[in-house]
């Protein structure tokens, strides 16, 4: 690991364990503020750097008639409103090219998601604007094939990388989580983010949405930290049967404090 990328005061890639965390979309302003400011509070006690993340276009749904968010200029207003009101920088996704100037004139990391994350236009437009770019594998890549990614956005003049591991398709209806990916893409040179809720989906188990597994995500945000992450993607809610979007993968409010402290704890370990 050689590059660390600074968003702020919070460093990815050097001694800190920045948690980059919300709920999966934006489903209005107050619950977005009230999040925010929640999860701020928790990790902030704690000693954790946060980034609010929550987007406001969900296009890669299970169901045509899923709820996608309010768009991306309401979308892109509730995310400023939440940088000045909470004062946390904030991540949200773009799907097209054109969306990536609008969306860096407000948030601080623009994400490739991950079944978009070999679209050149897409990651080339992201990496033009300065901004962080955060590039979720594909599910469908291998961690070894994730280096071509890093060239186009580094030939496209960016240098501010994260690349964050979700897990990876196996069989039908389920994902694995290989903890070798993060030390294979850490030599690429960036920070490596481990995504602890998406990877325990299950896509296409839940009939018209995708269902999942959330027990096992404490599971695996303790291993990826012991195998030496550069910092978690986690999607969090205050009322996860009612989430709007990846209900069955959201980690419930009331319940990150506990995780966040073993995680430091493990972290704080393995950087003895």
């Known amino acids: 690991m050689t590059n660390i990328i600074h968003t702020g005061n919070i460093s990815f890639g050097g001694e800190e364990l920045p948690i980059i965390a919300g709920p999966c979309v934006i489903e209005s302003r107050d619950h977005s503020l009230f999040m925010a400011e929640a999860i701020a509070n928790i990790c902030s006690k704690i000693g954790l750097p946060f980034v609010f993340k929550s987007s406001f276009d969900k296009a890669n749904r299970t169901s045509g008639d899923s709820y996608r968010g309010p768009g991306m200029e309401e979308g892109l207003q509730i995310l400023s409103d939440v940088k000045d009101a909470v004062g946390v920088p904030v991540l949200t996704d773009v799907h097209y090219p054109y969306q990536a100037v609008s969306a860096a004139e407000v948030v601080d ?11 050149t236009d897409l990651v080339v437009a992201a990496a033009k604007t300065g901004k962080i770019v955060n590039v979720k594998k594909g599910q ?21 990388i994260l690349l964050t591991d979700r897990g990876t398709t196996f069989g039908y209806e389920s994902l694995v989580s290989d903890m070798r990916s993060i030390p294979i893409m850490q030599k690429t040179g960036y920070p490596v983010i481990f995504d602890a809720t998406h990877s325990t989906q299950m896509p296409g188990s839940g009939g018209g949405n995708t269902g999942g597994a959330r027990e096992y995500i404490p599971t695996l945000a303790k291993a990826a930290v012991a195998a030496g992450v550069n910092g978690l993607f986690m999607e969090i809610h205050d009322n996860v049967e009612a ?28 950087h003895v």
């Open 243 to 270: 989430a709007k979007s990846d209900a069955a993968t959201q980690w419930p409010l009331d319940q990150l404090n506990d995780l966040l402290i073993s995680l430091k704890r493990i972290h704080e370990v393995v």
């Open 109 to 119: 990391i623009l994400q490739i998601p991950a079944f978009l994350c070999r679209q």
């Open 140 to 160: 469908f890549l291998s961690p070894w094939k994730i280096g071509s990614i890093v060239e186009k956005i580094e030939r496209s003049g960016g240098n501010k």
